[in-house]
């Protein structure tokens, strides 16, 4: 019998398990029965709650997934840390038991010292006046953010920030000064960071000054604010007190919505770009279907307009009576968040490949909203069809081969539809938005090398990577080379799958680059050997295989063998910007 508590964490917002801000824990056992652990854990969390006078909810919820159980409490935001004390403590207590039962040893537990530790933190913790802003601004509609240090009342240009020890006076304070700028939330395991900066450029376009987070940046309008993976609630939060702020499209991560709930608990609109195998095995989500339901979650945050919803002049002039509602975009295309739809009770606007797809033609039935590609063309439908843009038009899509793309740019057709920008508007971001470092990098960025070919993308897993190899097979070529690379923490089943994505390409050269950066506990060389012996084995000749110390040696090595008329993928994960520097040094 072994028992292993793997995170115990804060939930600042509505979260896989419940709509509450509160604390989680995930746990590992074996050779026990899962609902003996959970009865055990949860009666020592209730003896617990007993001792120290918790008053803050009773509630408690549970997941059960293989090898392992999370089980969470709702806790007000002032005593999260407290409440992960409190996880923990029973959980040590359920060890303790349950080892002694099996006639096991186990750590001996001082109960009466941890429980007035306990209550000691519990006072030291608790805050009464910042809750009392925080209820006072739900009363008034305002959307309250808060960690740490800050609490912020409205957001965009009237976003008001104090530091949580210097509270405003409760009865001095304007709520109606407080409006909120429509905001919308993008998901998937694939292209988030491409929808919200395509749907940033759509919004530039209709004259709104947009913000977005992301794994690479925050940035309002065209000033990056700081770079870094931003796609949590801290980034949601610095972007939403940010008063040059009119709309916002906050990309959410799966880590992000698994470490600490959705970043509000409101958006006009979400957008979930599609799910499939990557990080399986983190937090207890070992499944896609599991994934699925972390990318859904987005959909919590939809629901009625509030009456103090801010507008800018050109929003609010491209918005009906009729359009105040909330909605989800979800990919037709992809079973699983299709499956996972008959359990949302919520407005869903459907975006598809196939105009014949039957959520299409059941939408269009309904007149509700939906996006498809026919005949060449992307058509927006609710109660009348429209035509946004021809595909071969729309940069991203490199002459309607990357498909990925034209997917995401349907995502986002529906997204911005929901945020009540304007055809004429939408269609001109889509045109604009380059596949190039300036305006996507890392995403498909397209480089003229002496009349080499050579696209430059972030894609890491084998989703991402077949949808990019399926563009290439489609462009003319001589011949096709390709670099690419893995993070250490991939299974040695994904590693091989990606290979094998590449290796469907038939590549004259093959370009196998470290990544020391992302070993994530493996030798140096291991991956690349692994990755070797699979092609050998596969009938690559090993004079097509070629090794690198990084990619940006790895880019250095390809194009020397790359010849006029050759296309070369550049699968880049790391170093991306010195690679970008080397292509545009050959140029």
């Known amino acids: 019998m072994a028992f292993e508590l793997d995170e115990v964490r804060r939930l600042t917002g509505p979260n896989l398990l419940s709509d509450e801000p509160g604390a989680i824990a995930d746990v590992l056992f074996t050779e026990v029965e899962a609902s003996r652990v959970l009865e055990c854990w949860l009666r020592h969390l209730a003896e617990c709650r007993t001792a120290i006078n918790w008053q803050h909810g009773q509630q408690s919820y549970y997941r059960f997934y293989d090898g392992g159980l999370s089980v969470s409490i709702s806790a007000p935001m002032d005593l999260l840390y407290s409440a992960c004390e409190l996880l923990e403590l029973a959980w040590d207590l359920c060890v303790q038991e349950l080892a002694s039962k099996a006639q096991e040893r186990a750590e001996l537990i001082d109960l009466p010292a941890r429980i007035e530790a306990l209550k000691q933190a519990i006072a030291e913790e608790q805050h009464p006046a910042l809750l009392a802003l925080m209820h006072q601004a739900e009363v008034h509609n305002v959307l309250c953010l808060t960690d740490d240090d800050e609490i912020s009342l409205g957001t965009g240009p009237s976003s008001q920030t104090w530091p949580v020890t210097e509270l405003p006076d409760i009865d001095s304070i304007a709520w109606s000064d407080y409006k909120e700028v429509p905001l919308a939330l993008i998901t998937g395991t694939n292209g988030k960071s491409t929808s919200v900066r395509l749907a940033a450029e759509i919004a530039k376009a209709a004259g709104i000054n947009a913000g977005v987070t992301s794994t690479d940046f925050i940035k309002v309008g065209d000033t990056i604010i700081d770079e870094g993976d931003y796609s949590g609630p801290g980034g949601a939060r610095m972007l939403l007190r940010d008063k040059r702020t009119e709309m916002a499209f906050l990309e959410v991560a799966r880590g992000g919505l698994l470490r600490r709930g959705l970043p509000v608990k409101q958006a006009r609109a979400a957008l979930v770009t599609n799910v499939a195998s990557d990080h399986l095995g983190q937090y207890g989500i070992n499944t896609v279907d599991d994934i699925a339901n972390v990318k859904t979650m987005v959909g919590k945050a939809i629901g009625p307009l509030r009456s103090n919803d801010y507008l800018s002049a050109q929003t609010i002039a491209m918005q009906s009576a009729a359009d105040k509602k909330r909605i989800l975009v979800l990919n037709a295309d992809d079973k699983r968040l299709a499956a996972q739809a008959t359990l949302l009770n919520m407005p869903i606007c459907w975006f598809s490949t196939d105009a014949n797809h039957p959520l299409i033609l059941q939408a269009i039935a309904k007149k509700l909203p939906c996006v498809f590609a026919l005949n060449g063309e992307l058509i927006y439908s609710d109660d ?182 050759d296309l070369v993928l550049l699968f880049v994960l790391n170093d991306r910007e010195n690679v970008q520097d080397y292509l545009l040094s050959l140029t």
């Not at 003229?448 to 462009?475: C, L």
């Open 384 to 565: 009348k069809q429209s035509s946004i843009a021809q595909i071969t038009d729309i940069p991203m899509t490199i002459n309607g081969t990357a498909m990925h793309n034209v997917q995401n740019a349907l995502g986002v057709i529906g997204l911005c539809k929901a945020m009540n920008i304007d055809e004429a508007a939408i269609k001109a971001g889509l045109l604009s938005f380059a596949s190039s470092a300036k305006d996507n990098p890392g995403r498909g960025n397209l480089y003229e090398v002496n009349g080499v070919t050579v696209i430059v993308d972030f894609a890491h897993n084998s989703h991402s990577m077949q949808a990019v190899i399926d563009m290439a097979s489609k462009m003319p070529a001589k011949h096709k080379l390709v670099m690419f690379s893995h993070g250490g923490d991939r299974s040695d089943q994904d590693i091989k799958d990606v290979t094998d994505a590449v290796r469907a390409l038939d590549p004259a050269t093959y370009v196998l680059a470290e990544l020391e950066r992302y070993l994530r506990g493996r030798a140096v060389g291991e991956i690349s050997t692994l990755v070797q012996k699979h092609l050998l084995e596969n009938g690559v000749t090993s004079n097509k295989i070629l090794l690198a110390d990084d990619p940006l040696d790895g880019a250095k090595k390809i194009m020397s063998h790359a010849k006029s008329g």
